[in-house]
């Protein structure tokens, strides 16, 4: 980890949602925000994907969509009665990001996903899919490396606020839970920002 | 999609089949110290890479060299050229004085040992060199090099007497860029080997970084270099179809090509490993037009959704379904794409243990390759720190049979406790012994040749000679079948992270001494099916007449 990163990082650690603050000379601290947490960019990335999430799924998708498995399919499939899925919308809009070059990354994750794609794929999210099934636990924060990469992991609940989402993932002929209940956690978004480059 | 229904099969074996080596079905191991040996020494590979610069300053310096596997003398024995780094303004130290350190070629002597050829060869080099591919690009039955630079790159023709000729002006190849890898390929089935140079990024030494002062930026601190396609006409010159084949493509930065027939429909496709950037596979219509469909076929992202730094793909069927498999090496975390029924890709990283096994090195040169004869992919991966000229163990990873690997880098030798600053790796047969060898270059440092002691089971190489199809059978697809169990794998361009390998298709066999069927289908659409073959040797197959 490069000095600097280990410094946000130390700072994400304890939490701190201003980094650093900047000095307004002749010793008096100024108030002006000269970095960013990592926490705070986690927070405020998830907020962004969150709202579109939950605006998507209570004015867009109300229904239980048809399958979809691929980006193609979802777009265009005579089963997609409603549209693509908000996972295959979140999906694609981070693929969108990805395309041109992004220093950050997310996904939809969950302990019984429909599409495999969005189980666990590290430990951490192993680990953070167990601490944020917990009612009312919130988010939870790690570090973790990943090929020789270091990363912050920020890991959000993804709540069942709608009854759509409940009788999709309960009704979905691949979905291998069905008895989720409102407000139940069925999942996490995880957001991760590198540590190098 | 297009069906193979074309060509003609023939159910020969003498003369257009040589069997070049019998050898021991069981050869002894040569010592107790470890699957490999590091026999760098004692087979008088001397060759160090030229760093010209006391740390990792910026990104062009954090890549390393690698060069090319071939029997440039048809003797038989596969030779070893290595390309080298020399002094680059803006880029190496300004305070570094030194002479760049040649190229190297060094011919196989056939007992084991090489003798430094580079001279007489002709091939000492020039400039900041990244890679090498060999491939007879003229047909004239002797092994061509095209070296890439950042600069210009280079094309030399082998005369076939030892020598080499830089024909890279006549032949209309010589880009200048920031050439980091290249392949040769034939994207039309003409009979002709075309050519695809990777570029990386357009360098710009003022650059600095934003989040990071001190520390050297990241890719995307800089413009991609769109990549460069050379159509080969056949008369030994060759025009750039980049555009026309639509392969050119602002915005990517890459840092390795891997040309296969995803589909097997009997054209080449390419694979391009990007860094920071979603990695492109070119589908290839079948008349050399290309579309990517990376993202749809989903081997344009990692499982968790990141374009990371992405070195290298290395590929084979590493589940046993018959299915062409890619495994990427990263800054970041890799992936095992593993082909599915529709010819979508799951990434199997978490699933196949890789994750966990990859977990705290970044990868350069990753291999697909069966050590130990068993019938099944293992894998070796080059590690190497990105930021830091500090060395890091490379892996040995043994495929269980299924897909998953567990770490045998215990059992590999001495090597694999060693740390090192890998970059290229690639696999090659230096002895003919038929237990697969590595060849590992590293930043800064030797590049490294591991003799293999250990496998101990049957195998057998093909070594292609195409006639109406490129000479080098690049592109012939080989289903071979022994006691009810099928293999498939595809003749290709074996490029790795900045270094090419044996280009001779080797097959593990485990207890199987004797092969039951063999189809060869060459691009051209003949077919040449041999049956009841021997195992423990390397087999010359030639494209039939018809």
Known sequence: MTRSSLS?????????????????????????????????MADCLHAVIAAHHEVYCRSIHKGVPGEQTSATSSVSSPEATNGPTHARVLDLAEQEIQTHGAEFSYALRSAWPIDESHGPQTQVELDGLKRVAAPLAGAWYSEETLGGRGYYTAIYPVIATESSCVECHNHHPRSPRRDYRPKDVMGAIVVRLPLEF | MRPFSHGWISLLIVPLVYAISAGSCHPAPRSDSGRFEDITRRAGLAFVHQFCHNRIANILLSNGAGGAVLDFDNDGFVDIFLVNWGPLAGVTSASDRSERAPDRLYRNRGDGTFEDVTTLAGLEGAGFSSSATAGDFDGDGYEDLFVVTVGRSALYRNRGDGTFEDVTDRSGVGHVGTGIAAAFLDIDRDGFLDLFLAN?????????????????????????????????????????????????????????????????????????????????????????????????????????????????????????????????????????????????FKDRMWASGLGRLTRDFTGWGGSLVDFDNDGDLDLVIANGDVFTRVGSRSLLLANKGDGSFLDASTEGGEFFARKIPGRGSCVLDHDNDGRLDLLVTTLGGPAVLLGNQGATQHWLTLDLVGS????????????????????????????????????????????????????????????????????????????PAH
């Open chain 2, 468 to 543: 109406r199809s490129n000479r080098d059978g690049f592109g012939a697809l080989v289903t071979m079948r022994a006691n009810g169990r099928e293999w498939r794998a595809e003749a290709l361009c074996p490029t790795g992270f900045l270094i090419q390998g044996d280009r001779r298709l080797h097959f593990g066999l485990g207890p199987y001494s004797r092969i039951d069927s063999l189809s060869v289908r060459w691009p051209s659409g003949r077919t040449r099916v041999l049956e009841n073959v021997a195992a423990d040797r390397i087999l010359k197959v030639s494209e």
């Open chain 2, 200 to 344: 990386y990024l357009t360098f710009d030494p003022a650059t600095v970084s934003e989040q990071n002062p001190g520390a050297y930026p990241g890719p995307l601190a800089y413009p991609g270099e769109p990549n460069t396609l050379y159509r080969n006409r056949g008369d030994g010159t060759f025009a750039d179809v980049s555009e026309q084949s639509g392969i050119k493509r602002a915005g990517h930065r890459a840092m390795s090509v891997t040309p296969f027939d995803h589909d097997w429909d009997g054209d080449t496709d390419i694979y391009v490993s990007n860094d920071d950037t979603p990695n492109a596979l070119w589908f290839n219509d079948g008349t050399g037009h290309f579309h990517d469909v990376a993202v749809d076929l989903g081997v344009a992202f990692n499982s968790i959704g990141e374009a990371p730094g992405s070195m290298n793909a290395s590929v084979g069927d590493v589940n046993g379904d018959g299915l062409v498999d890619l495994f990427i090496t990263r800054l970041g975390y890799g992936s095992l794409y593993v082909q599915e029924a529709k010819g979508r």
């Open chain 1, 8 to 40: 946000l990082a130390i700072l994400a650690s304890l939490g701190l949602s201003v980094a650093l603050l900047a000095s307004g000379g002749a010793g008096v601290p100024s108030h002006k925000l000269t970095a960013v947490s990592l926490k705070k």
